[in-house]
């Protein structure tokens, strides 16, 4: 069955950068894109951006582009996701989710357990 | 990339059937037979609902169905639950090669 087992809990300072990974199973890894979803305290969702685990491809929401990188190492089957200039209001929950179809039309359909990276001075 | 409008909320009585709207834009939802529904618990991983407008992944009750007409789409719960209290999000692929989000609905069950 598909897994994905995301890094730990995360605290960093303002101004800092954290790297989040997920690590998947129980599926091709190059086959499906991989999505990356936060979510602050008490907010809603929102989409970060994607990966094509293939090739490398990525496409990023306008709002993170410049400090959002997002990566895959296809040996040990393991997306990563950075976000630089860390600020407070980017406390959230964030989330690496697996395209549902291989055709990527399917939206996040496999969640990980998701990461809490809080930002504090 | 502006999120697309949901309602914030939404209620309906056990057994009565209720729709959220997820309105959009022809740069995504109108554009695109590429929405998806999901459904998020208080503290818990969103669950896929509907993908594709109206396709239901494996598992999912046939109370879930999906819609859409123009730059809206729909969720429609029928037969609904106790447990079908939650909050709910659409999400859009757009012509930016990108996805959105609705800002969510909670669904209260009366």
């Known amino acids: 069955q598909v897994q994905l087992m995301q890094s730990g809990a995360e605290v960093k300072k303002p101004g800092a950068s954290v790297k989040v990974s997920c690590k998947a199973s129980g599926y091709t890894f190059t086959g499906y894109f991989m999505h990356w979803v936060r979510q602050a305290p008490g907010q809603g969702l929102e989409w970060m951006g994607w990966i094509n685990p293939n090739n490398d491809g990525t496409h990023y929401a306008q709002k993170f582009q410049g400090r959002v990188t997002m990566t895959r190492d296809p040996s040990i089957s393991t997306a990563y996701m950075e976000l630089s200039r860390l600020r407070s209001d980017d406390t959230a929950v964030y989330y690496c989710a697996r395209d549902l179809l291989s055709t990527g039309s399917g939206g996040p359909g496999y969640w990980g357990q998701g990461t809490l990276v809080t930002v504090s001075s | 990339q502006s999120a697309l409008t949901q309602p914030a909320s939404v209620s309906g009585s056990p057994g009565q059937s209720i729709t959220i709207s997820c309105t959009g834009t022809?740069?995504?939802?109108?554009?695109?037979?590429?929405v998806s529904w999901y459904q998020q618990h208080p503290g818990k991983v969103p669950k896929l609902r509907i993908y594709e407008v109206s396709n239901r992944p494996s598992g999912v009750p046939d109370r879930f169905s999906g819609s859409k007409s123009g730059n809206t789409a729909s969720l429609t719960i029928s037969g609904l639950q106790a447990e079908d209290e939650a909050d709910y999000y659409c999400?859009?692929?757009?012509?930016?090669?990108?996805?959105?989000f609705g800002g969510g609905t909670k669904l209260t069950v009366l």
């Open positions: 999400n859009s692929y757009t012509s930016s090669s990108t996805w959105v």
């Open positions: 022809s740069s995504d939802v109108g554009g695109y037979n590429f």
